[in-house]
């Protein structure tokens, strides 16, 4: 099946800087998405975004979908920002269902 | 902005239980999935449901699961005889097609004792 690997594992930042994730995928995509997971667990919608770039606010997230990865941008990170991020995708076969990279724990310190 | 709603936030339950944990999907979706996450560990799928039947299942789906979409509105994951290995957040998920967008519930947390 597809592999989806998420960098780095863990990432401590100061708040108010800036940071950036990465999602590798071994197979062409239909769907990509960007979760942020917070302290209570709820998956919160961040992009869908199988190619292309995307901003919302601080954040925004590029897809290069021929060279299969995706990056997540954080700007002036705040320690509302901390949890942890996943990547998840549905590959270009039969399948429908996403599949998870392991994400990133990210830590904002005050 | 429409949501997936699921219920319970949280279960507790003896081993060799059943449980049912209910999500009510976004009112116009077509493709209805569950997920677990073990503590500590990434997303997993479980099930697709389309069309009122079974479209995908993984290998953690076996017959101790079941799925049912009762009436218009709910989306049931029933666990016939529950384990100490099922505890873990179960999430529900809904999308309007069959590889656009899914929406996420904020998930029920299961504990078996």
């Known amino acids: 099946g597809i592999q989806v690997e998420q960098s780095p594992p863990d990432l401590i930042l100061q708040e108010g800087a800036n940071s950036t994730l990465r999602c590798n995928f071994s197979?062409?995509?239909?769907?990509l998405q960007w979760f942020h997971q917070n302290p209570w667990g709820q998956l919160i919608n961040l992009f869908y975004?199988?190619?292309g770039t995307k901003q919302n606010g601080r954040l925004s997230a590029t897809t290069v979908a021929t060279e299969r990865y995706s990056l997540l941008y954080i700007s002036s990170s705040q320690t509302t920002d901390s949890g942890v991020y996943f990547c998840?995708?549905?590959?270009?076969?039969?399948?429908?269902?996403?599949?998870f990279g392991s994400g990133t724990q990210l830590t904002v310190l005050p | 902005e429409p949501e997936v709603t699921q219920t319970p936030s949280h279960q507790v339950t003896q081993m060799g239980q059943e449980v049912i944990l209910r999500c009510v999907p976004i009112?116009?979706?077509?493709?209805f999935y569950w997920y677990r996450q073990i503590l500590g560990q990434k997303v997993e799928f479980l099930v697709s449901?389309?069309?009122?039947?079974?479209?995908?299942k993984s290998e953690i789906f076996d017959d101790q699961f079941s799925v049912e979409r009762p009436d218009g509105s709910n989306f049931t994951l029933k666990i016939r005889s529950t384990k100490l290995e099922d505890s873990a957040m179960y999430f529900c998920?809904?999308?309007?097609?069959?590889?656009?967008?899914?929406?996420f519930g904020a998930g029920t947390r299961l504990s078996v004792l």
């Open positions: 449901f389309y069309n009122n039947e079974i479209s995908e």
């Open positions: 197979d062409s995509v239909n769907n």
């Open positions: 998840a995708i549905i590959s270009s076969g039969s399948a429908r269902q996403l599949t």
């Open positions: 998920a809904s999308s309007g097609g069959g590889r656009g967008i899914q929406y």
């Open positions: 975004i199988p190619s």
């Open positions: 009112s116009n979706h077509l493709y």
